[in-house]
């Protein structure tokens, strides 16, 4: 991805190699530093979530099979005395899941997302919508 918009898109003021895209002005590392919604802004926010909770760094990974939706990878992680609930909807429709039981005396808080809008709480055994490509980090704690 390029730097900036500008001539070398950032990279230098020789002449590239490669051609750069035609929405080079608009696709750049300096435009979605500055959008807080940008593809650059969500991944800074999952990194965060990674180096801030335990169970999205190692222990043990399940994954989810309680009838959700086809187009949804569902998996729960667990390490460092949390758990954690990761759910990425694949299709360009909407998702439907079922959200799982966390562990006794706890309670799902959305951390991050694709989208900044996060519910409070997932509550065990409803059915949340994911919007088409959405994906959602919850982790467990206690009531």
């Not at 991805?1 to 696709?27: E, K, Q, V």
């Not at 758990?83 to 808080?109: I, K, N, Q, S």
């Amino acid at each position: 991805m390029a730097w900036d918009g500008g001539p070398g898109a950032g990279f230098s003021t020789g002449a590239p190699w490669l051609r750069f895209a035609p929405d080079i002005g608009t696709r750049n590392v300096a435009v979605q530093a500055a959008d807080p919604d940008s593809v650059l802004a969500c991944y800074r926010r999952m990194l965060r979530a990674r180096r801030e909770h335990r169970a999205l760094q190692d222990g043990s990974l399940a994954l989810l099979r309680s009838g959700s939706d086809q187009t949804v990878l569902g998996y729960r992680r667990a390490g460092g005395g949390e758990e954690a609930l990761v759910l990425t909807a694949f299709g360009p429709d909407p998702a439907y899941v079922v959200v799982p039981e966390p562990e006794r005396g706890r309670d799902w808080r959305p951390l991050v997302g694709t989208h900044r809008d996060l519910p409070d709480r997932l509550t065990p055994r409803s059915t949340i919508t994911l919007r088409p490509y959405e994906a959602l980090v919850a982790i467990a704690s206690r009531s």
